[in-house]
């Protein structure tokens, strides 16, 4: 079993930037494909980030060039580094896993894009 705590949510202004941590405990972590997913208000959950075992990232066009995926076996984190915020980047943000086929979600945190 897998448990995945999100923090760094916030109010920050257009053009600002962010940085979500998601802590991850219960399994071999640095195994783990770790996924952001965000979701807007009246919009469905979608992905934005990824984060293979060995590093390798792969973003959704709308982040690509802002946001920037890591991971740090060690401490058992996966970061969101997010800059030149936009209001339609305001979302809850979650982390998301897969292990033994079954998909794990942190309780998410809040990003509020406003001036």
């Known amino acids: 079993q897998v448990q995945l705590v999100e923090s760094g949510g916030g109010l920050v202004q257009p053009g600002g930037s962010l940085t979500l941590s998601c802590a991850a405990s219960?399994?071999?972590?640095?195994?783990?494909?770790m996924t952001w997913y965000r979701q807007a208000p009246g919009k469905e959950r979608s992905w934005i980030a990824i984060?293979?075992?060995?590093?390798?990232?792969i973003y959704v066009d709308s982040v690509k060039g802002r946001f920037t995926v890591s991971r740090d076996n060690a401490k058992r984190t996966v970061s969101l580094q997010m800059n030149n915020l936009k209001p339609e980047d305001t979302a809850v943000y979650y982390c998301?896993?897969?292990?033994?086929?079954?998909?794990?979600w942190g309780k998410g945190t809040l990003v509020t894009v406003s001036s």
């Open positions: 219960g399994s071999i972590f640095s195994s783990l494909p």
């Open positions: 984060i293979l075992s060995a590093g390798q990232t």
């Open positions: 998301q896993t897969v292990s033994g086929g079954i998909n794990y």
